[in-house]
């Protein structure tokens, strides 16, 4: 079972961008989904970002909207999710997710998912 791979975290100060990188598996079928997850220190795990493969659609949290893209590479099925303006509170460690069977009404709930990268930690601090 390939699992998703992630990539690209660090430590910034506030103000300054990442691009955090997710291998997928490749199982374009049905309705894949690939999603973005972070976790705080003594925090439960939250929704940041989600990209359907077909039709192609994204969604974002509310806390990540206008500073945050997610987006796709067609040829070698990677997802990328790109962080602007970065914030103290985007600390945390991110996780890519993907699911062949996710319903639109579950994209934002960890449970809709079935695969999960190891997770790479993003720090913003001055």
């Known amino acids: 079972q390939v699992q998703p791979v992630e990539s690209g975290g660090g430590l910034v100060q506030p103000g300054a961008s990442l691009r955090l990188s997710c291998a997928t598996s490749g199982r374009t079928f049905g309705q894949f989904t690939v999603a973005w997850f972070r976790q705080a220190p003594g925090k439960e795990r939250e929704f940041v970002a989600a990209l359907r493969w077909r039709p192609r659609h994204t969604y974002y949290a509310d806390s990540v909207q206008g500073r945050f893209t997610i987006s796709r590479d067609n040829p070698d099925n990677a997802v990328y999710l790109q962080m602007n303006s970065l914030k103290p509170d985007d600390t945390a460690v991110y996780y890519c997710?993907?699911?062949?069977?996710?319903?639109?009404?579950?994209?934002?709930?960890?449970?809709?998912?079935?695969?999960w990268g190891q997770g790479t930690q993003v720090a913003v601090s001055a």
């Open positions: 997710a993907e699911g062949t069977g996710v319903i639109l009404s579950n994209i934002r709930y960890h449970t809709a998912y079935d695969r």
